[in-house]
């Protein structure tokens, strides 16, 4: 009581963290308003994180982007022509509770499907794209998921299309069981088919690409590259930490290892992506057949 007697009271700016005066008491502001950053902890404008490619203005963490709006970036205006929209993920299985997980995954992302498939152009240079969406089910490979994305390579193929995909994935969808882990094979097979045509694949590996994702169409295309930062493995860190109750090294599984040891061809920010898409493309491209 005597201890606080002469101490001189605080006012609201000295109380505010970030030095702004706090809303007054009863004002309502909206949770969406902000992004707090998982890396520098900082809160930012949503409208911010969006203006600059869901990349953070602080530290420069790439945060996940929703596919829709990717597609919207890296593809010129107006170009995009989705294919196989209507294509949805059934229940083969009858696993239990699937159908409410898929019904709250297509809320909560806007989508019905965890990969977005379409042509469009990039740099004027017309391509096959395929975008998948960490939001839904975390990007999980199920059927639906295999057969547009094989049917875009043949696609590509039919049509001598380049194609460009970004990858997004916590792997095979395990309420599909074997279905979903033979879309490893689908998918690959189609990659090959239209590589032994003589396609161009190009691959940007997303955070996070694991599992079956990684260990088939991911990892097959003619040139590789990743965002910073992003985990790209077929089991997690703390997964084979908890296998062979070791810890692994700082690092083993981000972008920046798999550079450093081969597995990829470049790492490219997030603002340099489009021009460095647009270069593959321009030279690769190949003479379009006639008729």
Request: aromatic share 8%; glycine share 8%.
């Amino acid at each position: 009581m005597i201890k606080g007697l002469f101490k001189k009271p605080r006012n609201e700016l000295e109380l505010s963290t970030t030095g702004a005066k706090p809303a007054p008491s009863g004002v309502y502001i909206p949770p969406e308003l902000f992004t707090v950053c998982p890396r520098c902890k900082k809160s930012v404008f949503t409208s911010d994180v969006q203006e600059n490619a869901y990349t953070c203005p602080n530290c420069g963490l790439h945060m996940r982007f929703p596919a829709r709006q990717r597609i919207a970036w890296i593809a010129d205006p107006d170009s995009f022509v989705e294919l196989w929209p209507d294509l949805k993920s059934s229940d083969p299985l009858n696993f239990p509770e699937y159908k409410e997980k898929l019904e709250a995954a297509e809320r909560a992302s806007g989508e019905s499907e965890s990969v977005l498939t379409g042509t469009a152009r990039i740099g004027g240079i017309e391509t096959a794209l395929f975008v998948m969406d960490a939001a839904f089910m975390m990007g999980s490979m199920g059927t639906v998921t295999g057969e547009k994305i094989a049917r875009l390579f043949e696609h590509a193929a039919e049509e001598d299309l380049p194609v460009v995909g970004f990858t997004a994935s916590g792997g095979a969808r395990m309420q599909e069981g074997m279905l979903s882990l033979m879309q490893m094979a689908k998918t690959s097979g189609a990659v090959k088919r239209f590589s032994d045509a003589g396609g161009f694949y190009l691959a940007m590996l997303t955070d996070p690409t694991t599992g079956g994702v990684t260990a088939s169409f991911a990892m097959e295309a003619d040139v590789t590259a990743a965002e910073p930062g992003a985990l790209i493995c077929f089991a997690g860190p703390r997964v084979i930490e908890q296998t062979i109750r070791q810890k692994l090294p700082p690092g083993l599984g981000r972008a920046e290892s798999l550079l450093k040891n081969g597995f990829l061809d470049k790492i490219v920010p997030r603002d340099q992506q489009k021009k460095f898409i647009v270069r593959m493309l321009r030279a690769h491209k190949k003479p379009r057949r006639e008729g």
